[in-house]
């Protein structure tokens, strides 16, 4: 892979293709069926707030589990754990499948649908999740702490390219005998195809910690990563980002069918533009601006919520749809600051032998926020501009966070000790007056 997705230096280029390709792969087939949830519910009778709901225990799944995965695969290697996520994708997606072409010939009433579909989708929240901590430690384990942000970028770049990717295809794919379904089967035959790369042409990590450092590691019963504070404002920080970036997503589907006054099937091209819109905004920060100005954690950080603020007030404000579009086009060029910041700081601030299990952390993070998705879209079903206002808010606040929190505002290329954590706190005690 050549250009803006290259390898991380020393990472060898075959390899990170192959790794680009997994996380392109999963957020492809995720982000078009995000694309498609707002006409399946409808379609099917699903209630709007349930449709969002659907993510919600393959989320808390994916959240509980990922630190478990980051263990596994210091212990039985990165390659194995990407099997197993791609494994666990391919079979969710086809459950999910199979269920919506129930739903859509109206086998059972939609409170049975929405049960198989959310223990279809479980599926890969418990074992998709799997390969994120694995990937991520893979491309960290070859990267110097000088190019960690530029690497960590590159990586996201796959999860932006998916979002442009997946709702690109995902009305190509709703064919005439399986429908809406069509988007779910293509997306599983895509991950079937990533796991027989990877189990053909992907060698192991030759840098993942020995068999010795992950028993010492085991024996010592390290407290959970959350807990530490090196990273804890980074996974506060990356919560609140994925929070508003999934409301805004799950939102956007049903703002522009009502707006439009189409039928769901009528506007999946208009939703699907507009995600496209948004994605291409994201790479343009990952692939692009980052690197163009070499910008750094902390003004990632900074800048990302900044420009998301916006991005949301302009869809709160939006009188129509290609205003609608502009602003989830700004708000994604703001997510696509955010998210490498906060993921890069979080690396640099531990020590190579910690980047699995940091890895797995900042995938629980971005796994669990979508149990709130539901509460925005009955935001949305209130009030329409809510959610985005709601979004704005945080977005603003956290940028007060960024300029105020010691570990953020002093996030660099250059890693973090737990001493230098410890005194950091100290510092954010003493500005808010001695406060425990």
């Given at each position: ?127 998709g999740a799997s390969s994120n901590p694995a990937t991520q430690a893979y491309v960290a384990e070859y990267t110097p702490a000088e190019r960690r942000t530029q690497a960590m970028s590159s990586l996201a770049g796959a999860f932006g390219l998916g979002t ?273």
């Open positions: 892979m050549t250009g803006s997705a290259s390898a991380p230096s020393g990472l060898p280029r075959r390899s990170f293709a192959i790794i680009f390709c997994v996380s392109l792969a999963t957020a492809m087939g995720n982000t078009g069926l995000i694309s498609v949830l707002p006409a399946i519910g409808r379609s099917t009778g699903i209630p709007d707030p349930w449709v969002a709901a659907i993510f919600s225990l393959s989320a808390l799944l994916w959240a509980f589990s990922s630190p478990m995965w980051a263990r596994a695969s210091d212990r039985y290697g990165r390659k194995p754990l990407m099997m197993v996520g791609l494994s666990g994708f391919m079979i969710s997606m086809t459950c999910c499948g199979l269920v919506v072409s129930a739903g859509l010939r109206h086998l059972a009433a939609w409170p049975v649908i929405f049960g198989l579909f959310l223990v279809a989708r479980a599926l890969f929240g418990f074992f442009v990717i997946g709702p690109f295809l995902a009305p190509l794919f709703v064919l005439p005998v399986v429908g809406l379904a069509g988007p779910l089967f293509s997306f599983a035959l895509i991950a079937g195809v990533m796991l027989f790369i990877v189990i053909r042409f992907l060698p192991e990590s030759e840098h993942r910690p020995t068999a010795e450092a992950v028993a010492v590691r085991q024996a010592t019963k390290e407290a959970p990563m959350w807990r530490d504070p090196r990273i804890t404002p980074f996974l506060i920080y990356g919560f609140i980002v994925a929070v508003s970036q999934t409301a805004q997503g799950q939102t956007l589907g049903f703002l522009i069918i009502d707006q439009l006054k189409m039928s769901p099937a009528q506007a999946q091209g208009f939703i699907a533009i507009a995600m496209m819109f948004g994605a291409m905004a994201g790479l343009l920060a990952q692939w692009g601006l980052i690197r163009m100005f070499e910008m750094t954690p902390r003004e990632l950080l900074r800048w990302g919520v900044g420009v998301a603020a916006l991005g949301n007030l302009i869809v709160a404000l939006a009188p129509n749809y290609w205003a609608v579009v502009a602003g989830y086009a700004i708000s994604s060029l703001g997510f696509g600051f955010a998210r490498p910041g906060f993921t890069a700081g979080s690396s640099l601030a531990v020590d190579m032998n910690e980047q699995a299990r940091v890895a797995g952390a900042i995938a629980a993070v971005n796994g669990v926020n979508v149990v709130l998705a539901p509460f925005f879209v009955w935001l949305y079903e209130k009030i329409h501009p809510a959610p985005f206002i709601l979004n704005a808010t945080l977005m603003l606040t956290l940028l007060v966070y960024a300029f105020r929190n010691p570990q953020l505002r002093n996030a660099d290329p250059q890693p973090a000790t737990r001493a230098d954590a410890a005194l950091a706190t100290l510092e954010e005690r003493d500005e808010a007056g001695g406060a425990p």
